[in-house]
């Protein structure tokens, strides 16, 4: 059971905005920045968002993040075939003294 | 250019010893946490554990201390992840990670460790 709390699956159709939602304590999402990873299969995960909101270099600004209080959201605008992937969400949790995951949630473009 | 290039897949027998070893280039090896991301089908990502290689600091998850023992070689900017008894639960894809500004920010490709029971 993962720290983070993440809907398994989302879906959208091609062009339209989704978004992920990531729900956690004040021990880890409401003291620290939500960073956000994208596994695409086949491939090492990539790092989609950091520091909440911000995108590193070469991710389209299609993807956006977002954090208020406990919970965090990743949202994805003008949805492509190509952002079929796991998500997750990830924050440094204070009382673990460590970082801890969300379990991933399977976006599907029908 | 950043990388961190991982050794090959593995497939052992519960009880046995393993290192797999993880070779990074093109930044600063010492000034930098790096550290094991494990990913099983259906459980999604955890960190089993981080070091930082400038003065041998380390952390575990708390699932993993005893468990595995993580260890950095400066010499050859080389971190490692090591079993001493493995288990069939340790079966999975181990990815090496480097920490920046709170985030995984460069992966290296994985490694497969399969344990038969």
């Known amino acids: ?110 | 250019e950043v990388q961190l290039v991982q050794s090959g897949a593995e497939v052992k027998k519960s009880g046995e010893s393993l290192t797999i070893s993880c070779q990074t280039s093109g930044y600063r090896f010492i000034s930098y946490w790096i550290g094991w991301v494990r990913l099983m089908p259906g459980k999604g990502l955890q960190c089993t554990a981080m070091i930082f290689p400038g003065d041998s600091d380390t952390r575990y998850d708390p699932s993993f201390q005893g468990q595995v023992t993580i260890t950095a070689d400066k010499s050859i900017t080389t971190a490692y992840l090591q079993w001493n008894s493995l288990k069939a639960s340790d079966t999975g894809m181990y990815y090496c990670v480097r920490r920046r500004d709170g985030a995984f920010d460069i992966w290296g490709q994985g490694t497969m460790v399969t344990v038969s029971s």
């Open chain 1, 1 to 110: 059971q993962s720290v983070l709390t993440q809907p398994p699956s989302a879906s959208g159709t091609p062009g339209q905005r989704v978004t992920i939602s990531c729900s956690g304590s004040s021990s880890n999402i409401g003291s620290t920045s939500v960073n956000w990873y994208q596994h695409l299969p086949g491939t090492a995960p990539k790092l989609l968002i950091h520091s909440n909101d911000q995108r590193p270099s070469g991710v389209p600004d299609r993807f956006s993040g977002s954090k208020s209080g406990t919970s965090a959201s990743l949202a994805i605008s003008g949805l492509q075939s190509e952002d079929e992937a796991d998500y997750y969400c990830a924050a440094w949790d204070d009382s673990l003294d460590g970082p801890v995951f969300g379990g991933g949630t399977k976006l599907t473009v029908l």
